[in-house]
């Protein structure tokens, strides 16, 4: 069983900055994947950004590349998102997720273990 909890979130302002962190705990060895979803009100989960350990390959949303960086420190158990020029638009709750197979790596279904999420407001 694998651990993930958030932390980070809050309010902002347009154009400002805010860095999220998640730390990974538990049953860790083979993890394939780590990613940041958001969620808003209203809306489904969408993915932001997500990592493979392993390789470092990192893939983004349209609408957050360029603009937000997904990273982890060089033991893997904490996982990052800097996110930069912050819109309105990024409001949301905002989870980490980790999984050990699959295909589609901002597919949130395919994500078996996830934190209790960060909300992020931008106004």
């Known amino acids: 069983h694998v651990q993930l909890v958030e932390s980070g979130g809050g309010s902002v302002q347009v154009g400002d900055s805010l860095t999220l962190t998640c730390v990974i705990s538990?049953?860790?060895?083979?993890?394939?994947?780590v990613a940041w979803f958001r969620q808003a009100p209203g809306k489904e989960r969408e993915g932001v950004a997500a990592i493979q350990p392993g390789t470092d390959t990192t893939v983004y949303a349209d609408s957050v590349r360029g603009r937000f960086t997904i990273s982890q420190d060089n033991a893997k158990s904490n996982l990052y998102l800097q996110m930069n020029s912050l819109k309105p638009e990024d409001t949301a709750t905002y989870y980490c997720?980790?999984?050990?197979?699959?295909?589609?790596?901002?597919?949130?279904?395919?994500?078996?273990?996830w934190g209790q999420g960060t909300q992020v407001t931008v106004s």
């Open positions: 538990g049953r860790t060895a083979g993890i394939d994947s």
């Open positions: 997720a980790a999984r050990r197979r699959g295909s589609c790596l901002l597919d949130w279904t395919l994500y078996e273990n």
